[in-house]
């Protein structure tokens, strides 16, 4: 009798432990956790982290089922072959029915066509290439605002601001004549553009275009380029004694990006942003609180961006009404609509959201403040 009891305990055991292992939801995750994109990958990383170990301190509800979630990660690199690799095995191996991340386009190119074929969505929350979503795949979406929506908020405050002639310094590749292209082609035909100029990966030397942007009389320049580029020509330039105003990227619009400069350096300068982490709004307020508690520093975008698309995920298994299943939790995705950090949260028939974008300015005192669109400006230290 002893041995049937204990045979009975340890059934029943098992069977608490299998049950509990099938109430933990597997997403897939793909970013860049080594390399140049490190410090964009551990952003991404920590907005990943910090909306599962929210949702998890109650877990979520489908079908009468309580449910965690747990991340699969798989380190890219920014590789299209690693992220190819990466997306295969998740789905092969690690049968995951949704993946989220990756900061690189070219790679999502690679990633998304297996995502197509598999019927497994990939939810995109940095990439911000136009032509991602308009490949005409239902499995692929984009959570975070796409270049075009970009430009043309920026463009929007261009026009408003007295920036002409304005020149430009970009990458020598895809994204940075993109960009400049993408800006000229929202301005007016008569609008005065000043030098535009192109340089390589790993070119530190930004004279040349200094003295063409002098020669051209540029009142502004704008930089279409990373942070580590970007503090290069910003120092160059000031230090060169001219007086432009500079236009920058969402890159350089953080605390992490004052730290490679200084106050004086970035004083008046704007970029486009895609997250104002101080802005007095209530879900970013609440959001950047929890994250300095959690990591002990100023949330980012690209984290803001990651933690809302695991709440669209998790909004998406409520509506599929199952948490497996690529196609149901697709249908899902596209029936989303929720407030997120970072705004409402929809997807048009393209996978496209369309969160705000906004315009924020450094103050003299390493603060910012939001001035464009003008409903949701802020005074310094709110931006």
Known sequence: MRKL?????????????????QEVVTVGIVTAQTGPLAAAGKFQMNGFNLAVEQINKTGFDVAGKNYKLALKVYDTHCSTSEGASAMQRLISVDQVSVVLGELCSPVVSAEAPLAQDEKVPLVITVPTAVNLTEQNNPYLFRINAHN????????????????QPLAFIAWNNDAGRG???????????????????????????????????RNSGAKSVMLLMDEEPGALAIRQIRDAGLKVQFIGTLAMGSDRFLKTLSAAYLDGMVQYSAFPPNAPIERIKNFNEAYRAKFNEES??????????????????????????????????????????????????????????????????GTRKVIFPKEMSAACGGG
């Not at 009891?5 to 292992?21: D, G, M």
């Not at 075009?148 to 920036?163: E, F, M, P, R």
């Not at 082609?185 to 200094?210: C, M, Q, R, T, W």
């Open 179 to 213: 960009g400049v292209n993408g800006v000229k082609a929202l301005l007016p035909k008569d609008y005065k553009l000043g030098y535009v100029g192109y340089f390589n990966v790993g070119e530190v030397d930004f004279s040349s275009h200094i003295t063409n942007i």
């Open 148 to 163: 075009g929506q970009l430009t043309k908020a920026l463009v929007d405050y261009i026009l408003s601001a007295d920036a």
């Open 5 to 21: 009891v204990l045979s009975a305990a340890l059934a029943t055991a098992l069977f608490t432990q299998t049950a509990h292992a």
């Open 300 to 365: 980012h975008g690209f984290a803001a961006q990651s933690y809302d698309a695991v709440f669209a995920v998790v909004e998406a298994m409520k509506k599929a009404g199952k948490v497996k299943g690529g196609a149901a939790i697709r249908d899902g995705l596209s029936a989303v609509s929720f407030d997120g950090v970072i705004g409402k949260i929809s997807f048009d028939n393209k996978g496209q959201a369309s969160p705000p974008v906004y315009i924020t300015e450094w103050c003299h005192d």
